[in-house]
């Protein structure tokens, strides 16, 4: 065995035994379960920080006394955008195109291989 594939295989093994992160970054607050090497879920809800996002996903991995060195995997949701849209905060925005081509924004469909798998290629 060449040492390339067991450095490879070295780094898949601490990927693998690295804590997964859930977060979800709302309005209000922000919640995050991390599963790690032990299958226990922490859970943490701090409040959110609209002057920079990050912070609050900071302060719920904080919470759960867990370092970020030992994340493996971060899988990120939000709702600030769509909040935005629907308590209309944002400026106003239009789409303008070539006549025939009115179709040219495609909204993306759930048909997808996993709807839920954390990775994959997704094709339109």
Known sequence: MDGR??????????????????????????????????????????????????????????????????????VHGTTVTTNALLERKLAKVGLITTRGFRDVLELARRTRPRAYGLKGQFIP
């Open 5 to 74: 594939n067991s450095v490879t295989r070295s780094s898949r093994t601490r990927a693998m035994a690295g804590h997964i992160i859930g977060v979800d970054v709302g309005g209000t607050f922000t919640d995050l379960v991390l599963m790690g090497a032990d299958g226990q879920p922490r859970i943490a809800k701090v409040p959110s920080t609209p002057q920079n996002q990050a912070f609050g996903v900071l302060a719920a991995i904080a919470e759960t006394g867990a370092s970020l060195a030992d994340v493996a995997t971060i």
